[in-house]
């Protein structure tokens, strides 16, 4: 490799996408009804990028399985908890958490029928037996 061919980490840098922090995210939320989630598969490695509802609680964003703890993306982010959530141009890398606690999670199950209306969740989340909690800073 010659030196003129060698790629330096600002040359690099500067043709990656650049990654808004999880505020602008948030603002980005306020205009959306679903964020698009991409997680590492468990098996593949591959990324694989699916569209989830949410709800927003102070600094908290949650999302529900629609399949609930069967779900394969939920699968994959109990596997590698390191996801990427995407609103509008607003991307951020973030943690997810795993909710398991029953009382938590009809607490989550509450607020989407709150935003999405108790007939929508009714017929599109068969299993609303386990939740996701992201930390927005």
Do not use: C, H
């Not at 591959?46 to 993306?73: C, H, M």
Request: net charge positive; charged share 35%.
């Amino acid at each position: 490799m010659t030196r003129s061919s060698r790629k330096t980490p600002a040359a690099a840098a500067s043709r990656s996408p650049r990654r808004k922090p999880p505020s602008a995210l948030r603002k980005a939320l306020g205009a959306v009804r679903e964020v698009t989630i991409t997680v590492t598969g468990r098996r593949s490695g591959r990324k694989i990028s699916r569209p989830v509802w949410f709800v927003e609680d102070g600094d908290r964003l949650y999302l529900l399985p629609v399949n609930g703890a069967e779900t394969q993306w939920y699968r994959n982010v109990r596997r590698t908890p390191t996801v990427s959530l995407r609103a509008r141009r607003s991307r951020a890398t973030v943690r997810a958490r795993p909710v398991t606690d029953a009382k938590r999670v009809r607490r989550i199950v509450r607020q989407f029928r709150a935003k999405y209306g108790p007939g929508e969740i009714k017929k599109y989340y068969s299993r609303p037996d386990v939740g996701i909690e992201i930390r927005l800073l």
